[in-house]
Structures are given as C-alpha cells and as structure tokens.
C-alpha cells in the first residue's frame, strides 16, 4: 500500500543476472601484469606495511569511491573500529557488488582478513540491501562467520537506514567494496595488478544480462557486444539505472574502476512530456524531506531568490523525485542545479552536511 | 541513436505511472457514478456527460492552440473536468447550461493562467459557481429520482427525454430545507442510498464513499486531506446545528445533502489547486470544512460549496509556504542534531 509509506519500493529487476555465475571477459594483455615487488614470504602472515604496500603498488581502487584503498587502509590503521563490506546494490538491474560477494567467497574474505590485520579489529560486517524481492539465491546470514547486515525499506538503503546512519561508530569505520577486497587478495597472493573490474550488464534491451569481470579500459561498446543487444537502445547508462549517466558515444566511453553497471534500455517515447500537476508524489518520496515539486518550478522559472526556504543543499541526489513523477519530468535533474546554486549562494563554508555519506 | 534531452537526465528508468493513469482513475470512478445516475435518471444523465466532456475537451485544444501550444489532449484532464460539470447539477439542466459552465471553467479558469498544472482555481468549480450564479432557476431545481413523469407528449415515461421540453415533478432537495432552516422529510438511510432529489451524481453518499477508498488506495487522493475536511465539517454541524433537531441528526443531513461528499472527494481532490505537502493539506482541508460550512450558514446560496472552495483555491500558496516553513524547521533540526552528536564524539 503505497500510501502509507514514505520512500520507494523499487522493482529489482535483479534477475537473471544476479544468479548467473559471473563471466570473465578480460583483455588477456593487462590481464598478466603483475606487480614488480617481492611477494610476501607468507602472505596469510603479511605485515601491516606490506599489505598497504602491495595494495598500492597493484593500484586497487575501491569501488565505491574511486579511492585507492591503500590511503583507506592507512587511515583504518590509525582510527578505524570497525568495518563494513559495502554490498548494498539497491538501485534496480545493478547486482555487481552482492554477487561476486556470493559468488567469489574466499577470495572476498581472503581480502577481509587482509583488511581485519591492518584495521586490528574484530568488529566486522557486510551490509547487503534486502528488499530483492526477484532473487533466486538467498542472501545468508553469516559469511566465514561474519554477520550479514540487511538493510530493509525503500530506495535509496543508505538515506533510509537507522541502521547505516546512527551506528556508534559512524565516521571512524573501513567501509570497502567487495570488489576491492578481492583484488586485495589477489595482489597479495598473487602479485596481480588490478587490471578488473566487476559490473553488471542489464537493461531491457540487452539479450543476456549477467555480471561479468572486465577489464578497465573496454569500451561500452564491446562489452554490450559481449552480451547482445535484442533491440537498438535508446538510452545506453555507466552506472545505476537511478543515479548513472546517459552514455553519448559507446565507443568512446570506457569502463573504469567505479563503473558498477551498464544498462541499456529502449523506451516508449511517447509517454513523455505532460506538465506538471502538482500531485505532490515527489514531496512523499523525497528521503531528505525536500519540496521537489516547488524547486523544479523555481528553477525552471529562474527565481533562484526563492529558493532560500527549500533547503536544496540538503539533496542526496538518488533521483527518487524524477523517477515517481507521473509527468515524466526532470525534477532531479532541476534539484541538483538548486542544489549547485544554493551551495554557492546561501551557504557558508562549512555548514554544509555531510549527513549521508553512509 | 537518438537521444532527446530528456534521455540526458538520471534517473534512467520511471515509474509505471503517468499522468494518464492519475487521470484515468479519476475518470473510472466518474463512470461509475455515471452509471448511478443513469439508474436514477435515465439516459439524459448519460448524454450531459458526453455533451459535457465534448465542449470542455473542444475548448482545452481551443485555448491551448491558443497559447500556440501543442494540445495534449492524452492527458485526460479536460475530460475530468467535463465529466465532473455535469454530476455537481440536476439532470433537468438544459444542455446550454452546462455548455456555458463547461467553457467558462476551461476557457476562463483553466487556459488563461497556462493549462494543466498552472490553474490557481479549480475550473470545475468555477464553472458551477458562474452557472449557479446566472441560471438559479434550473441550476436549483432537482427532479424527484426514479419517479414515472409524464412527457411533453403526454405519454407516460419513467425517465426524462434526452432531447425536447422537459415536464418533470420537483422534489424539495435538504439543501433547500436546510437553508429555511427546517428539517428534511427523507430518512437518513434513504439519502444514504442515494434516493432524494439532488445534483445527479452527488447522491449516491455510500458509492462516493467507495469512490474516495478506491482514490486513497491508489494514492490518486492522499487520506489527509479528506479526513481533515470530512473531520471539520462534521465537527461543525454537531456544535452548530442549523436547524431543530439532534446534534447527530445534523451532523447526517449536513455531511449528506448536497454537494459536501462529492466536493471534499473531486474538488479538493484535484491535486493543482490544493497544497502538496501532508500538513499543509490537513490545516488546508480543516480550514476549508470550516469555511463550506460558514458559507452554507451564512451564505444567501443553496449551495455555496463552490465558492468557497475557490476562496480556498486561492490561499494554497499561503499553506504550501506556512508548510515549507515547519518542514524546514524540522529538516534543520535533525541535522543540527546529528551535528552535535558527531561532535560530542570527536571530542
């Protein structure tokens, strides 16, 4: 029942490629690049400076951020009390971070025992997004004894979740990606570079969705040619189908160490284009409780004065607003531009928010 | 690969609802208050309707050419406008009469101040407003439902004649006998059902009712507002009634005679002339109970509800912004808080 909740349920449109098994589909060339240090003598005995050491010198970006993660451990080695497996894949088609934590289990909590040495903690967790309501495989309960936290609730998880947001321990923690800690273990067992990366290719035009490994540096192109197109897309997306970015040339667009998804859709183009009926749905959904429906008219009225009392910097940017109007118009696209305006205008440095990072 | 400028924007996929659907629930809902009143009246209710729906949809594509605008007639809501016109009147209303309600809520309350979405008055109501105010007569004049009348032949028939002179017998409506400040003749259970002369589709309380939970369920009307307007005006007829007779009494035949029920679910309905947000919509519907119920004790009208849900039109800026302004505060709040706390911990 829609009414009495706040937020959005989203269909998943997981499956099928979240329960195949992930494909490699790697440029043989980089493929072989190792990395020119003397591998640790025992590598489930490495020392803390040789694990930061080897991440470094392998290049293993955390995905999530596009961090490298050798600064996230050095930081970790100093404050850091806990940390968290980033597994939440909850904008729909997206699965390429809960599947390979499924699917490529020991190399996943080889990374993490690397990270536990460094961190020196035992304070550990994975957090996956629950609300898959289309999954055949079962998300557990424990992995390699480690308690899976399920975020539950609407779209977006983190924004949502008490869970996430009050923990003790906010700002103080190791938040990594699972594809970062596998490449960990494999720079550190195998002197590999991380030359890979983990996404999903979905959509509805594309013929064989599934999760495959690339290599960075593949075209958008080749890697939907990989998996076949059933259909001409009219919209071809780098990233989540709720926060990505529209693809103009596939063949110069390249698949990078952040890159989470390619999707590839076909739309009906004419349901677009009403005007706005200020049904207020936007305003239900809105998980920062902003006013999207008025800042949209502000700014595509330019009364940019007016919107002081909306608060647009509160913005998380999760597109929740564009994707419930019913009018199909660009709400998010207009909040994020108030969101620009009113950082330069109405706020001071440093009394912005850094609420949400999760 | 072509892409439009709205394929640049994230996010990449949308809801399965569109503006049509919004309207179309709206319009299913309306059919079947159509049907209810063919059973009552007869055809005539039926052809008002299409006659209705015709001026307002020919008038919307008028305007918005216009404006030199493409007409968007998909988006349904000229039709929802027409279809409401007809159901707030009697079904012995001439056909100019709608006719000239219908064009006078599109081409003067809807078009001028930019169509869809833009409208500040809801143009069914300021359609029935101009018309109560230049046809009382006929705009106040209710035949007695499911009633054998007699034709401008001679011959007996059960329903009005679509077409020709009408000869019908007239009821006395409870609006009417509320005003005089008397107590109706019909049994509260019968006007539940829908059987006292009235506006042709705002008798049947009980399948209004069903409409609203339809509405609510499909979250075409939030339950706010509703509960906030009903809320109000039943509080009012139990404090004040008008007439001699016992307080629930009053609150019965206030909350089902005339227009009130068909109002508070259609006219406030409408999501472009009421607020967005859920409190401005409970102060907006509990101010608006309070001030239908002063028009209909003060008001010199049958039915006044109109005219005072434009007056309340009229003020939802004013309660979207009092509303922004508490949201805000709240917003602020809890940032200032999880601020603090982050700061207790660092210290």
């Known amino acids: 029942m829609a009414m009495f909740r706040k937020g959005v349920l989203l269909a998943q449109h997981k499956e099928p490629a979240f329960s195949k ?7 043989p060339q980089t493929d072989r690049m190792t990395i020119e240090r003397e591998p640790p003598a025992n590598p489930a005995r490495a020392g803390v400076s040789d694990i930061v050491e080897i991440a470094q010198a392998a290049g293993v970006t955390d995905e999530r951020d596009g961090k490298p993660l050798y600064k996230k451990l050095l930081r970790a080695r100093e404050r850091a009390v806990a940390v968290l497996v980033d597994a939440v894949d909850d904008e729909p088609y997206v699965s390429s971070r809960i599947a390979p934590l499924l699917q490529c289990r020991e190399e996943v909590l080889g990374g993490l025992a690397l990270c536990k040495q460094v961190a020196q903690t035992t304070n550990i967790s994975f957090v996956v997004y629950q609300s898959i309501t289309d999954q055949k495989l079962g998300l557990p309960r424990t992995i390699g004894g480690m308690p899976v936290v399920r975020l539950r609730g609407a779209y977006p998880a983190p924004a949502q979740s008490a869970k996430m947001k009050m923990r ?3 700002g103080r923690r190791l938040i990594v990606g699972t594809g970062a800690l596998i490449h960990l273990y494999r720079a550190v067992w195998r002197a590999k570079r991380q030359s890979t990366t983990f996404i999903t290719v979905a959509g509805s035009c594309v013929a064989n969705p599934m999760n495959l490994e690339v290599s960075i540096g593949l075209s958008v192109d080749q890697v939907l040619e990989r998996c076949g197109l059933s259909a001409e897309p009219t919209r071809v997306v780098c990233g989540g189908s709720m926060t990505g970015i529209a693809v103009l040339d596939r063949d110069a667009t390249c698949v990078t160490h952040t890159t989470r998804a390619i999707l590839a859709f076909r739309e009906n183009k004419k349901d677009a284009l009403f005007s706005c009926i200020g049904c207020g749905r936007c305003e239900q959904v809105c998980p920062a409780g902003l006013n999207p429906m008025y800042i949209h008219r502000f700014v595509e009225n330019s009364y940019y004065a007016n919107l002081r009392l909306f608060d647009a910097h509160m913005c998380v940017e999760c597109g929740t607003c564009s994707y419930i109007c019913p009018s199909r118009l660009t709400v998010a696209a207009s909040v994020a531009k108030a969101k620009e305006y009113a950082l330069c205008h109405f706020i001071q440095p440093g009394e912005e928010t850094d609420e949400l990072d999760g | 690969m072509s892409l439009t400028a709205n394929a640049l924007y994230a996010p990449h996929i949308r809801h399965h609802e569109n503006t049509r659907t919004v309207m179309g629930d709206v319009i299913l809902v309306l059919v079947v208050l159509y049907i209810m009143a063919y059973m009552h009246y007869g055809l005539r209710a039926v052809a008002l309707g299409v006659w209705s729906v015709a001026i307002c949809v020919l008038a919307d594509v008028a305007g918005t050419l216009m404006r030199r605008q493409r007409p968007h007639i998909r988006d349904l809501s000229a039709v929802v406008t027409g279809m409401l016109l007809p159901l707030m009147m ?19 309350a809807k078009q001028p101040f930019g169509g869809v979405g833009h409208n500040v008055f809801n143009p069914a109501a300021a359609g029935f407003s101009f018309a109560a105010i230049c046809f009382g007569v006929q705009m106040f004049t209710y035949p007695e439902p499911q009633q054998a009348l007699v034709g401008a032949a001679g011959e007996e028939a059960v329903f009005l004649p679509v077409l020709g002179a009408l000869d019908f017998v007239s009821g006395i409506a409870p609006t009417f006998t509320l005003r005089l400040g008397a107590v109706p003749q019909y049994e509260l259970l019968d006007m539940a059902m829908g059987n006292y002369p009235g506006p042709m589709g705002a008798t049947n309380i009980l399948v209004i009712l069903a409409c609203l939970l339809y509405l609510v369920f499909r979250n075409t009307v939030r339950w706010d507002m509703p509960v906030a307007f009903f809320g109000a005006a039943f509080l009012f007829a139990y404090i004040f009634p008008r007439s001699q007779m016992d307080r629930l009494e009053s609150v019965g035949y206030e909350m089902m005679s005339g227009l009130l029920l068909f109002a508070g679910v259609f006219l406030l309905g409408d999501p472009v002339t009421t607020p967005k947000r859920d409190l401005s919509k409970v102060a907006f519907g509990a101010v608006a109970g309070v001030v239908v119920m002063l028009f209909r004790r003060f008001g010199n009208m049958e039915e006044s509800i109109t005219f005072a849900i434009l007056l309340m039109n009229a003020t939802t800026w004013g309660f979207d912004m009092l509303g ?24």
Request: aromatic share 8%.
């Open chain 1, 21 to 27: 098994p992930i494909v490699r589909f790697v440029n």
């Open chain 1, 168 to 170: 003790e321990e906010k």
């Open chain 2, 90 to 108: 009697p079904v012995s209303i001439p056909y100019r009469v709608v006719a000239v309600a219908a064009v006078v809520a599109v081409a003067v």
């Open chain 2, 324 to 347: 922004e302004r508490v949201y805000g505060k709240i917003r602020r709040h809890r940032v200032e808080v999880f601020n603090s706390q982050k700061i207790q911990k660092k210290a």
